[in-house]
């Protein structure tokens, strides 16, 4: 055996991949014995059979082995200072191949991201963590990234050192926990992962990069180098972006599941890719009138019934529908066609998925350690530490990354109340108060408030939404008055109060008229979004249609009134998919939805009648402008409980843009009623959800004319007949 300088102890250490600093003894190193200075290269192959050197300059030199795992070393001791070399790798099996060593190139990171990062300040973190291709030299390759404070030693693997974490150990930056290594030759579309040794008796552990911007198609959890060829063509829409998602501009938004929207029958599992669900979905969405699109399930999740909401891939957009530049030419797409993409966002939990980021350094790095705070029971997941500074990084620069890398137009923020308290769905012990004795998590608050600001310093004109059930104030109140600082909240408040009133008899429904009326007391205390979303379509729940009661007739009749009365109410609007022209079934992940339906006018008109709404919400500045204010509303009567009828007003900035809604619950005909209006003018019937070309009976009117004597407090009236669970919109004209 060659005599070295090495330590039994330390061939050892780098022999079993057990040494926490393999760049200290790896690469190119000048030593000292006996007063004078060399130079000396070592490599760790445990594929050679024999390696040998080749300077940049001067003869190759072939090494000497240390240990029979694999530990070569060749000294140097003409050359004067450090030099370039390659080597020349004789296997076991296979043929000789030349590569360049990765432990002959020195740190990359720069200190003023390393400084941001400290500070918790870091908003493009992906940048530079996960896995980057670039050149060092002349020499392409990929600069891996990883936090792991709590790791002894951190390694690459994949199939280009056999998934062997002996080979590519990462320096260590002591004072932040983060590691690093470039290894040359290693790009796009090759598989790797970090395996991270800890002090747990489970280490190491074979985990999946968190900032990596591509993945396996599960089951498979291997992340995967990516570098985007990408060129973008929505600058128009970008620029105006600001002006076209105002408070006062309609938002009409179709959530959407991309694995189940539409599905290839003849494939297994038949995902449409981005670029299918472009050709397909995009003319459906300006077919139907809708504004936005909301996707479900865009970041990389290992199990399709979590519905993307148990996520190992925070910045990889999930590889069931193709590559992170099919998903941008998906957005692409639909700007150039005047679609906004809202997303789904989950900083309130994640998977407990091995691969994830569960113990990722064999501490509680992303998650509480103390399962009193870091475990939601229902669910089955972990919770973010919010006061950690690796978290506040990951998260804040997530959100920044979707609007950046993606220019996706706004962020649904999920489970926006299990945030904000620490008691969320938990048992009287098993919780942990904040600093102040209180309920609130303090840190979350904190996080949520920092992601509004910096999304929209960054991004103005974007959307943030809040799925956010309870009473917490100020939601949408920007951050400098106190508040949150979200662009809207989800009304589930109007939601379950509209669906228990809807799902009852009409014939008990006077009893309960408060149910619909209630939600006008605090309509404008938040900008609401009237969310009839996939939570309310699934687990037992029953679809839209099957919720609605009477026979199929009154089913149908039901639920066009429901949309009728949900576009009149004051908030944007979002229906899941299915639920446009009255799907039977609930929505289940793994099947199309109904489209088959299609086929039967019933159907057909719902559709008919969403289409209409879309397009008379975006011609009526009544139904959006005033949205945000109580001027944009007046009741006419909603007292008629007796003959659960609701009438009002709505109103645009422009009070000569005015829209009555005249709905009647109940399956009577009302003949000659008499309703006050704010004009006397004639009214013509806009939309009828009654309408034979809905599917209904063609009861009511197209034009009254409006008498001089007052009503309802309003100084004209008009008589009409109104339909049976139906509801009218009149213009004046």
């Known amino acids: 055996m060659h005599s070295t300088l090495l330590k ?13 600093d393999p760049f200290s003894i790896l690469g190119l190193h000048q030593v000292s014995s006996e007063g004078s200075s060399a130079w000396v290269i070592r490599v760790f192959r445990p594929d050679a059979r024999s390696v040998t050197v080749l300077p940049g300059r001067g003869k190759e030199q072939e ?4 240990s029979d795992e694999g530990l070569f070393e060749a000294p140097f001791p003409r ?11 004789e296997p076991f099996e296979g043929t000789a191949y030349e590569i360049d060593d990765a432990y002959q190139y020195g740190k990359l990171l720069t200190d003023f991201d390393l400084q941001l990062w400290g500070e918790g300040n870091h908003h493009h973190t992906w940048k530079w963590m996960g896995a980057h291709i670039r050149e060092v030299g002349s020499v392409e390759g990929t600069h891996f990234v990883v936090v792991a404070p709590g790791a002894t030693r951190v390694s690459v693997i994949g199939p280009f050192n056999n998934w062997d974490g002996r080979v590519h150990g990462m320096r260590r930056h002591y004072d932040l926990g983060i590691w690093e290594i470039f290894i040359p030759h290693v790009g796009k579309g090759d598989l790797y992962k970090f395996e991270v040794h800890s002090g747990l008796p489970e280490s190491p552990v074979k985990k999946a990069d968190p900032y990596a911007f591509q993945a396996e198609l599960r089951p498979g959890s291997a992340s995967i180098v990516w570098k985007s060829h990408f ?11 600001t002006e076209n998602q105002s408070v006062d501009k309609p938002v009409l938004v179709y959530e959407l599941h991309p694995g189940s929207w539409r599905v290839n029958p003849d494939e297994k599992p038949g995902f449409l890719t981005w670029r299918e669900l472009a050709d397909q979905l995009i003319p459906y969405i300006q077919q139907t009138g809708y504004t936005h699109v909301e996707l479900m399930a865009v970041a990389e999740h290992p199990y399709d019934p979590s519905w993307g909401y148990q996520i190992t891939g925070y910045f990889a957009p999930t590889s069931r529908f193709g590559s992170p530049d099919d998903f941008k030419y998906f957005v692409d797409r639909c700007h150039h066609s005047e679609i906004g993409v809202l997303i789904d966002w989950v900083p309130a939990h994640f998977t407990k998925d091995e691969h994830g980021l569960r113990l990722f350094d064999g501490t509680a790095l992303y998650e509480h350690s103390d399962p009193r705070q870091g475990e939601h029971r229902d669910w089955g997941t972990h919770i973010f530490n919010y006061g950690r500074t ?10 920044v990354f979707w609007f950046d890398e993606f220019h996706v137009d706004g962020l649904r923020v999920d489970a926006v109340a299990s945030m904000l308290y620490l008691d969320y769905s938990r048992e009287d012990d098993d919780w942990v108060p904040n600093r102040h004795g209180g309920r609130e998590n303090l840190e979350a608050i904190d996080l949520l408030k920092r992601f509004n ?35 809207y909240k989800w009304n589930m408040g109007w939601m379950n109060d509209t669906l228990e009133y809807m799902s009852k008899e009409p014939i008990h429904r006077k009893y309960h008229q408060d149910e619909l009326t209630f939600s006008m007391i605090y309509a404008w ?23 609605m009661p009477g026979d199929d007739w009154q089913k149908f009749s039901n639920l ?13 609007k979002l229906l899941f998919m299915g639920g446009e022209f009255g799907q039977w079934h609930e929505w289940k992940e793994d099947r199309s939805i109904d489209w088959h339906l299609l086929q039967w006018d019933t159907h057909k008109g719902m559709q008919r009648l969403i289409s209409d709404l879309n397009r008379i919400c975006k011609s009526e500045p009544a139904l959006y402008e005033m949205d945000h204010s109580p001027d944009g509303f007046q009741w006419i009567d909603a007292s008629d409980a007796d003959h659960s009828i609701l009438s009002f007003v709505r109103r645009g900035a422009d009070p000569e843009d005015t829209l009555v809604f005249v709905l009647n619950f109940t399956p009577s005909v009302h003949q000659d009623y008499r309703i006050g209006v704010p004009l006397q003018k004639n009214y013509r019937v806009i939309l009828n959800s009654d309408s034979d070309w809905y599917g209904g009976s063609n009861v009511g009117p197209d034009v009254v004319a409006a008498d001089g004597s007052g009503w309802h407090g309003q100084p004209a009236h008009i008589k009409l007949s109104i339909p049976p669970l139906a509801g009218l919109i009149l213009k004046p004209v």
Do not use: C
């Open 231 to 241: 060129e973008w063509n929505d600058r128009d829409w970008v620029e105006n972006r």
């Open 390 to 399: 690796e978290v506040k990084n990951f998260l804040i620069s997530n959100a």
């Open 560 to 572: 066009r009134l429901l949309y009728t009365y949900m576009y009149g109410h004051p908030g944007k």
């Open 63 to 66: 090494m000497v082995r240390l």
């Open 8 to 20: 039994i102890e330390e061939i050892a250490a780098i022999s079993n991949g057990s040494h926490g």
């Open 453 to 487: 600001e910096v999304v929209h310093g960054y991004f103005p004109g974007v959307l943030t939404m809040a799925e956010e059930s309870t009473s917490w104030g100020g939601v949408t109140t920007p951050v400098y008055n106190g508040g949150l600082g979200f662009d």
């Open 525 to 547: 205390s938040e900008n609401f979004i009237l969310p009839l979303s996939h939570d309310e379509v699934v687990h037992g729940k029953q679809s839209l249609l099957s919720k």
């Open 79 to 89: 050359h004067k200072k450090r030099f370039r070399y390659r080597l020349r790798v």
